[in-house]
C-alpha cells in the first residue's frame, strides 16, 4: 500500500446555479449533506477536508471544518482538487462530491480495498455512460504534476482528465450510489430536503 496519508476531500464549493439553494446545506435527518458526507470519509481517511470557494469559507456549517479554499477561478470542481494537491502534496486523495445522496460506506470500502497503486487515480465507471465518475474517486499525490500538465491544455473537466489517463476503472457495486442531485427535481426524489 501507499506510504502516502490518505486524506478525504469533499468538493463543496459549486454554485448549484440549476438547484437554486445550496447543496452542501440540504438537509437529511436533520442534519446537512455535508456533513453527512465528511462523517462517511472520517471512518476512512486520516484527515477530512472541506473544499470550498474563498467567498464561502465562512458559512457557518463549512466553517466546522478544515478547509480547502480554491485557489483557482472558474475551473469547477478541479479547482478544489488542485488546491487540496497545493497544500498538502504528500498526501493521497479520496475525493467526493458533496451532493451524492446515496453515497454509502460500501461504494468507499469498495473503491479503497481496489484502489490501484501503479495507476494515478482509481474509479468508478458510470452505471449512466460507462466513462470514470472523478467525483469519487482517488487521486494519487504523484498525480499532482498529471492534473495540472492537463490543466494547462486547457481541459479543467476531471472527468476529461481520468479519460485521457491511466486511470484504474472499477464497476459500481451499487448503481444508484453515485447519483446527485443538481435540480429540484433530483431532490424531490432524493432522500434529501432543503432546511427549514
Excluded at 486520516?46 to 467567498?55: I, K, L, P
Excluded at 472523478?134 to 490543466?151: F, G, K, N
Aim: with cysteine; net charge negative.
Amino acid at each position: 500500500m501507499s506510504e502516502q496519508p490518505l486524506y478525504g476531500l469533499v468538493l463543496s464549493g459549486g454554485k448549484s446555479r440549476r438547484m437554486g439553494a445550496d447543496k452542501a446545506l440540504l438537509e437529511r435527518n436533520g442534519r446537512s449533506q455535508l456533513a453527512f458526507v465528511v462523517g462517511l470519509l472520517r471512518q476512512h481517511v486520516e484527515r477530512v477536508f472541506v473544499s470550498t470557494r474563498e467567498d464561502q469559507q465562512n458559512e457557518p456549517e463549512r466553517a466546522r471544518y478544515d478547509l480547502v479554499i480554491d485557489h483557482y477561478n472558474d475551473m469547477g470542481p478541479l479547482a478544489g482538487i488542485l488546491s487540496a494537491m497545493d497544500d498538502h502534496p504528500d498526501a493521497d486523495w479520496l475525493v467526493v462530491a458533496c451532493d451524492l445522496p446515496n453515497i454509502n460506506d460500501a461504494t468507499l470500502t469498495f473503491l479503497l480495498e481496489h484502489r490501484a497503486e501503479a495507476h494515478p487515480f482509481t474509479a468508478y465507471t458510470s452505471s449512466h455512460d460507462g466513462l470514470p465518475e472523478p467525483l469519487c474517486a482517488i487521486y494519487r499525490a504523484d498525480s499532482a504534476a498529471l492534473v495540472r500538465q492537463i490543466a494547462e491544455d486547457g481541459i479543467h473537466c476531471p472527468r476529461k482528465i481520468l479519460i485521457r489517463s491511466d486511470t484504474h476503472l472499477l464497476e459500481q457495486i451499487d448503481p444508484a450510489s453515485l447519483d446527485n442531485v443538481n435540480t429540484p427535481d433530483d431532490l424531490a426524489q432524493s432522500v434529501l430536503e432543503t432546511g427549514s
